[in-house]
Nanobody, 119 residues
Framework: QVQLVESGGGLVQAGGSLRLSCAAS????????MGWFRQAPGKEREFVAA????????YYADSVKGRFTISRDNAKNTVYLQMNSLKPEDTAVYYC????????????WGQGTQVTVSS
């Protein structure tokens, strides 16, 4: 099992940047693929980005491709989401999650961090 804590959210103007961090506890962090999701008010949670356990493969939603970058540092048990050229529609609570190979789903979730982009 792994516990996740996000940080780095805040208020930023459109066109600005933020870097989210997700710190994981547990010795097996490096064995998990990790993902970032977001949920805007009144909307369903949606996929943002994912990264393989090694960091060698990354995946992005079309809406953030070219603006967001996911990365990880297994030595620090941390996954990051660098967000550039932010838009008001990026406003949401952002969650990191760990993928459980046994259940074939994201089983472990953080509490979320709020990102607000003003126009």
């Amino acid at each position: 099992q792994v516990q996740l804590v996000e940080s780095g959210g805040g208020l930023v103007q459109a066109g600005g940047s933020l870097r989210l961090s997700c710190a994981a506890s547990g010795r097996t962090f490096s064995s998990y693929a990790m993902g970032w999701f977001r949920q805007a008010p009144g909307k369903e949670r949606e996929f943002v980005a994912a990264i393989s356990w090694s960091g060698g493969s990354t995946y992005y939603a079309d809406s953030v491709k070219g603006r967001f970058t996911i990365s990880r540092d297994n030595a620090k048990n941390t996954v990051y989401l660098q967000m550039n050229s932010l838009k008001p529609e990026d406003t949401a609570v952002y969650y990191c999650a760990a993928y459980n190979d046994h259940s074939d789903q994201y089983d472990y979730w953080g509490q979320g961090t709020q990102v607000t982009v003003s126009s």
